[in-house]
């Protein structure tokens, strides 16, 4: 069977075109300031960094504005919950992100409940998280808008579908596991969420008509764990090689040809991702500027 690649890179092509556009039209031509995007980095996570640096170039190339804040390795949780509430007072600032994972002595938890849920560009605040739950506007997580946006804009139709989601984590499984089934036209779709302690997992996959894999095993979904015909969307992002190279949770030589639609890694739900941060940094100016 032919599997058609969905290309994440030339889709986020044209929806940083389009936020261009709108930061021309409802802000520059208002006169009004253009869209920042305050992140803070904690410590030398290499791919942390790696992240930041691309988010800061996504940011200049589309006309955004972004201010970093970077501690160093071993700072305490009290600096970076400072950091977070000068973030969250300074008026210039319409957004923003902690960058995760942070250091182990640090409360994840306190870190996410201490951001303003209206500078919440990542959606990770409960108050965004609930909203998305009971189908409230808000800010949604960017990895999760991303897999939605590639689906609607590539025309796969998700009502009535059956999705298998593998990967619980708050950042992606949780919430395109809420999102798939949202009543809605982009939603509708029946969810079935696995995770590490699901027995026999290929029972629920092969059962798909969609699979969105995001659980950080190289090559973890195999084709002989899909029905023909699937649509397989590959989250994740495993450096191999001491991160020379990288490899999504998907198995690209045995999935291809059986699935009809498949996102690569590199070039799939990775640069859309990146987009999508942009775009919910562009309604929190907009919010700003209709306030
Ligand atoms: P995470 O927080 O480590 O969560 C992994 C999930 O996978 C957990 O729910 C875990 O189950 C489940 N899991 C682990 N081993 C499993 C197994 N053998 N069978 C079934 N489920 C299993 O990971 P994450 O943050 O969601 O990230 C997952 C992957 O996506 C990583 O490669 C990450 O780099 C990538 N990612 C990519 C993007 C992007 O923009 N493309 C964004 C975020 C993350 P338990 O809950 O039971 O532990």
């Known amino acids: 069977m032919t599997t058609k ?8 092509k044209e929806i940083r075109k389009e936020i261009s556009i ?9 006169k009004k300031r253009i869209p920042h995007l305050g992140i803070i980095l904690t410590g030398t996570n290499h791919s942390s960094i790696t992240y930041v640096k691309n988010k800061i170039k996504e940011c200049k190339n589309i006309g955004m504005q972004s201010s970093l804040v970077h501690l160093p390795v071993g700072s305490l949780e009290k600096k970076l919950l400072e950091e977070i509430n000068k973030m969250n007072k300074n008026p210039l600032i319409d957004g923003f992100i ?12 306190k870190i996410i409940l201490s951001i303003n849920p209206k500078k919440d560009v990542d959606g990770f605040h409960p108050e ?16 999760a808008l991303a897999i939605l946006t590639m689906l609607e804009r590539n025309k796969i139709k998700i009502y009535g579908k059956h999705t298998v989601v593998i990967g619980r984590s708050r950042i ?16 509708n779709s029946t969810v079935t969420l696995t995770h590490s302690n699901t027995p026999n997992i290929e029972y629920y996959t092969k059962l798909a008509d969609i699979i969105i894999v995001a659980v950080g ?8 764990m899909i029905k023909k015909g699937s649509i397989i969307i590959d989250v994740g992002i495993n450096s191999i090689n001491n991160e020379k190279k990288i490899q ?15 996102t690569p890694v590199p070039g799939g739900i990775g640069p859309m991702t990146r987009v999508m941060l942009l775009k919910n940094t562009l309604i929190a100016a907009l919010n700003r500027i209709e306030k």
């Open 248 to 262: 999504g949770d998907v198995d690209f030589q045995s999935v291809y040809g059986k699935a009809s639609y498949l």
């Open 217 to 224: 095993i190289p090559g973890f979904l195999k084709g002989k």
């Open 22 to 30: 709108k930061i021309e039209k409802n802000i520059l031509n208002k």
């Open 98 to 109: 902690v960058q995760f994972p942070l250091e182990k002595h640090i409360n994840q938890d």
């Open 5 to 12: 690649l969905l290309n994440g890179n030339q889709l986020a």
């Open 172 to 187: 992606v499984g949780r919430p395109i596991s809420i999102l798939m089934s949202k009543k809605s036209d982009i939603g």
């Open 128 to 143: 965004n998280f609930g909203k998305m739950a009971l189908d409230i506007k808000a800010f949604f997580p960017a990895t």
